[in-house]
């Protein structure tokens, strides 16, 4: 028996572990369940704690340039104090929230590049501490859908995805990075806007949405960044005229005016700047308008629009090759 506990600490024999996620998407502020099957090794052994960590891929720029890491953004201990007897099986199943801030890694059943996971720790006495890493699939809220889809009602597309650090001036924003879609402008805004960055800040009682458009220079003046923020409830999903909002948003932003004769809605500056906080708030309530018979058909025909920019954007056999070397690897370095 101290043999065997000796080899156990070494990580062999040990227990194992093995997280199965339910399948599906979840959404941002929704429940992440499942359950953790655990494996009893050759000895005896003390769980002190089965750990769950959210995960994520994320972006950092430097002096140096830009550099890519592995960043912790929840944990959740959904067991421990109990002791799993040589070769026993045992499931342990959980039920835990998001935060509101989750991240949106696929729209309309495309992947969108980013990359999330649930990292299960299992706290063994006397052992090595064994790990499982599991892809996370995040879909979006209502009202993030309604207005993606209202963007593409209006003719932008999708180009990238990606996960910054760094915090975002003037919000509530509680993650220790953002996250970044980028779009191509339609005909319409081509000649004003290069691109236009899309942030959602979700909260339990709505959400803030940062919009950064690129904006093309003219004959007398250089080009630069316009910021603007809005502000929606998630109520506002049904009752609320998506495309009209959107496209006052974006109109208001290409002009760089304030919006609703709000002085101070919109502003210039870097995108370090945004990146980093170093902008005042920005303040506008988006309350919207009420729609129309019909609404929503016309914004599931819009919605198409922008699932063809994802799906053209992106080639599926190669995001999921870049998913799968993120876990590989992160599992290599765990073992």
């Given at each position: 028996?101290?043999?065997?506990r000796?080899?156990?600490?070494?990580g062999?024999?040990?227990?194992s572990v093995d997280?199965?996620l339910?399948?599906?998407?979840?959404?941002?502020g929704?429940?992440l369940?499942?359950?953790?099957?655990?494996?009893g090794?050759?000895?005896?052994?003390?769980i002190?704690?089965?750990?769950?960590e959210?995960?994520?891929?994320?972006e950092?720029?430097?002096?140096?340039?830009e550099?890519?890491?592995?960043?912790a953004?929840?944990r959740?201990?959904?067991?421990?104090g109990?002791?799993l007897?040589?070769?026993?099986?045992?499931?342990?199943?959980?039920?835990?929230?998001?935060?509101w801030?989750?991240?949106v890694?696929?729209?309309?059943?495309?992947p969108?590049?980013?990359?999330?996971?649930?990292?299960?720790?299992?706290g063994?006495?006397?052992?090595k501490?064994k790990?499982?890493?599991?892809?996370?699939?995040v879909?979006?809220?209502?009202v993030?859908e309604?207005?993606?889809?209202?963007?593409?009602?209006?003719?932008?597309?999708?180009?990238?995805a990606?996960?910054?650090?760094?915090?975002?001036?003037?919000?509530?924003q509680?993650?220790p990075?953002?996250?970044?879609i980028?779009?191509?402008p339609?005909?319409?805004?081509?000649?004003?806007?290069?691109?236009?960055e899309?942030?959602?800040?979700?909260r339990?009682?709505?959400?803030?949405?940062?919009l950064e458009?690129?904006k093309r220079?003219?004959?007398f003046s250089?080009?630069?960044?316009?910021?603007a923020?809005?502000?929606?409830?998630?109520q506002?999903?049904?009752?609320?005229?998506?495309?009209?909002?959107?496209e006052?948003?974006v109109?208001?932003?290409a002009e760089?005016?304030p919006?609703?004769?709000?002085?101070?809605?919109?502003?210039d500056?870097?995108h370090?700047?945004?990146?980093?906080?170093?902008?005042?708030?920005?303040?506008?309530?988006?309350?919207?308008?009420?729609?129309?018979?019909?609404?929503g058909?016309a914004?599931?025909?819009?919605?198409?629009?922008l699932?063809?920019g994802?799906a053209?954007?992106?080639?599926a056999?190669e995001v999921?090759?870049?998913?799968?070397?993120?876990?590989e690897?992160d599992?290599?370095?765990?073992?």
């Amino acid at each position: 028996m101290v043999f065997k506990r000796l080899l156990g600490s070494m990580g062999i024999g040990g227990p194992s572990v093995d997280t199965v996620l339910t399948p599906g998407a979840v959404r941002p502020g929704g429940s992440l369940t499942g359950e953790v099957h655990l494996k009893g090794g050759n000895a005896d052994f003390d769980i002190e704690h089965i750990t769950l960590e959210l995960v994520a891929r994320v972006e950092a720029e430097h002096g140096d340039g830009e550099s890519e890491g592995v960043v912790a953004f929840e944990r959740f201990t959904v067991a421990g104090g109990f002791r799993l007897a040589e070769g026993e099986r045992r499931s342990v199943p959980f039920d835990v929230t998001l935060p509101w801030e989750t991240p949106v890694s696929e729209l309309y059943g495309q992947p969108l590049g980013i990359v999330l996971g649930v990292r299960t720790e299992l706290g063994v006495a006397g052992a090595k501490d064994k790990g499982d890493l599991d892809p996370l699939t995040v879909g979006p809220l209502p009202v993030q859908e309604a207005v993606l889809e209202a963007f593409g009602q209006l003719g932008f597309g999708f180009r990238s995805a990606d996960l910054e650090y760094g915090r975002i001036g003037g919000t509530g924003q509680r993650l220790p990075f953002y996250q970044e879609i980028e779009l191509s402008p339609s005909l319409e805004y081509a000649q004003r806007i290069n691109e236009l960055e899309l942030t959602f800040l979700a909260r339990p009682d709505g959400m803030e949405v940062v919009l950064e458009a690129d904006k093309r220079g003219g004959p007398f003046s250089g080009g630069h960044d316009a910021l603007a923020r809005f502000t929606v409830g998630h109520q506002d999903v049904a009752r609320t005229d998506w495309t009209r909002e959107v496209e006052s948003w974006v109109r208001h932003l290409a002009e760089n005016r304030p919006v609703h004769g709000t002085p101070g809605a919109y502003g210039d500056g870097s995108h370090d700047a945004y990146g980093h906080g170093a902008h005042a708030p920005y303040g506008h309530e988006g309350h919207g308008h009420r729609s129309g018979p019909g609404m929503g058909t016309a914004v599931a025909a819009g919605a198409a629009g922008l699932a063809v920019g994802v799906a053209g954007g992106l080639v599926a056999a190669e995001v999921v090759d870049e998913v799968g070397d993120f876990f590989e690897g992160d599992e290599d370095d765990e073992g």
